[in-house]
């Protein structure tokens, strides 16, 4: 005659499992102890992140800078001091277009050693924003001193956007940039906007002197501005 099989216990009665836990629960330290068995079984639950809805107006501003609605949002709350020469003075409507909390402070022929003392002045003025873009090069190549008194007025909390130059008729060209990448390198706070690399090979983008914009460059700009600086 076959004998049937005992049925098995539920794993909650079965004293292997209760010592099984026990151990558990003693390895693992005290703060353990105080969660719900059932936790210990359980899986946290993931939640997706809710999709960003752009107004009519932001979502053209996305198509026409290429931007993704992360983007364009962080675009158009981001308070921001852009210092610039000619270059910045000319996309002034686009800065303000897509950051609408800018304070554009531009002139044509500046120069860089300018740049701590107009940093100076807005900062007494409490104009200085938490990001600050620089887009100077185009007049003539940074003095390592100028750099470095400029950071210093910045302070280490807010973030610099430093423009990269695109001034191919000029020998300092270079000279600006690499400096521009090795300040950023020393400094966490100080991002590149690699200009000089994404405007390589459109000439369409600038006027007859390679160095000011047309409108497609324009755009192309602070589009670019706008993507570093979510990332």
């Known amino acids: 005659?076959?004998?049937?099989?005992?049925?098995?216990?539920?794993?909650?009665?079965?004293p292997i499992f209760w010592l099984v836990l026990i151990l558990i629960l003693l390895v693992g330290g005290g703060t353990v102890v105080y969660k719900p068995i059932t936790d210990l079984f359980s899986h946290p639950a993931v939640t997706k992140p809710k999709?960003?809805?752009?107004?009519?107006s932001e979502k053209k501003v996305a198509k026409k800078y290429h931007l993704s609605p992360k983007a364009t949002v962080q675009a158009r709350t981001a308070k921001i001091t852009a210092?610039?020469?000619?270059?910045?003075?000319?996309?002034?409507?686009?800065?303000k277009q897509v950051f609408p909390h800018v304070l554009v402070n531009g002139a044509v022929g500046r120069?860089?050693?300018d740049l701590p003392s107009i940093a100076q002045t807005l900062k007494a003025e409490n104009k200085l924003a938490d990001?600050?873009?620089?887009?100077?090069?185009t007049n003539g190549p940074p003095e390592k001193s100028d750099v470095s008194r400029f950071l210093k007025v910045v302070g280490q909390k807010r973030q610099v956007y430093w423009i990269n130059?695109?001034?191919?008729?000029?020998?300092?060209?270079?000279?600006t940039n690499q400096l521009i990448a090795s300040t950023a390198k020393a400094h966490r706070n100080v991002h590149v906007v690699n200009w000089y690399?994404?405007?390589?090979?459109?000439?369409?983008?600038?006027?007859?002197?390679q160095v000011h914009l047309q409108t497609k460059g324009a755009t192309a700009?602070?589009?670019l501005l706008a993507r570093t600086m979510a990332n």
């Open 1 to 14: 005659m076959r004998r049937h099989a005992a049925p098995k216990k539920p794993i909650l009665k079965r």
């Open 51 to 56: 999709p960003i809805k752009l107004t009519a």
């Open 83 to 95: 210092i610039g020469d000619s270059v910045m003075v000319d996309i002034a409507p686009e800065m």
């Open 111 to 113: 120069q860089f050693y």
């Open 131 to 137: 990001n600050v873009v620089v887009n100077l090069g």
């Open 165 to 175: 130059t695109h001034v191919p008729t000029q020998k300092w060209e270079a000279q």
């Open 197 to 209: 690399r994404f405007s390589q090979d459109e000439p369409e983008w600038f006027a007859s002197d």
């Open 221 to 223: 700009y602070v589009g």
